[in-house]
């Protein structure tokens, strides 16, 4: 299994642009997380999909919009590209609470600057 | 915000037990506490997690206290790949999986 994949590893965007960062999962998991994390910062939740066609927010979700069209892929769009979203954004995949051990596995990350 | 508290950093010789603490005293009855290591900028790594018993595996121990609001991280024989920010979070059925800050371990030679 690849695990979680994130594409790209690198982007440089201007402001206002807008653009779309991929995460796919091979491992048929029912929940993926997408989380930012500014330098020298945690991990900031943006947002969350319990199962295909079913998201949340949540604790930094404005200024990105997410989809759920499949059980493997789980898009984070960025529509009016901002300084403030220059970040590292991760995505992650669960199986439920409950079906062994419900580990967070994570994708290697995508280095977002916005100038 | 997150459920839990740890310290911002912590210094452990080479060899020696690191014991990395967490508060999470508002914990319910169904809430895990799970741990997660981040090395450098690489994305997270699951360690270990438990509800109630204590837990080991080949990475670390995972000491819960009886009343469950506190928990500590062990690594037995910490070594200097052993640095990086550990995480301790709450999971619950809702599954809104927040983080904290962590703890920054620095394992000294």
């Known amino acids: 299994n690849a695990g979680v994949t994130q594409t790209p590893k690198f982007r440089i965007l201007k402001i206002g642009q807008s653009m779309t960062l991929q995460c796919t999962q091979d491992?048929?998991?029912?929940?993926m997380y997408w989380y930012r994390q500014d330098p020298g910062m945690g991990l900031k939740l943006i947002y969350y999909?319990?199962?295909?066609?079913?998201?949340d927010k949540g604790e930094v979700p404005n200024g990105y919009n997410v989809s759920r069209s499949t059980t493997e892929d789980f898009p984070l769009r960025l529509e009016l590209a901002a300084p403030s979203q220059t970040s590292v954004y991760f995505c992650a995949s669960s199986t439920p609470l409950g079906q062994a051990n419900s580990p967070l596995h994570f994708g290697n990350g995508t280095r977002l600057t916005v100038t | 915000d997150a459920k839990t508290t740890q310290p911002p950093s912590m210094d452990c010789a080479e060899g020696r037990a690191a014991n990395l603490p967490c508060n999470h005293s508002t914990i319910s009855g169904n809430e895990y506490v799970y741990w997660y290591r981040q090395i450098h900028s690489q994305g997270p790594q699951y360690i270990i997690h438990?509800?109630?018993n204590n837990e080991t595996n080949e990475m670390a121990s995972l000491i819960i206290t009886e009343d469950r609001k506190s928990s500590t991280l062990i690594l037995p024989h910490a070594t200097l790949r052993d640095t990086a920010v550990y995480y301790c979070?709450?999971?619950?059925?809702?599954?809104?999986?927040?983080f904290g800050k962590g703890t920054r371990l620095h394992i000294l030679p």
């Open positions: 491992m048929n998991h029912n929940y």
């Open positions: 979070i709450v999971r619950v059925g809702d599954d809104k999986i927040i």
């Open positions: 999909s319990v199962g295909a066609g079913i998201t």
């Open positions: 438990g509800l109630k």
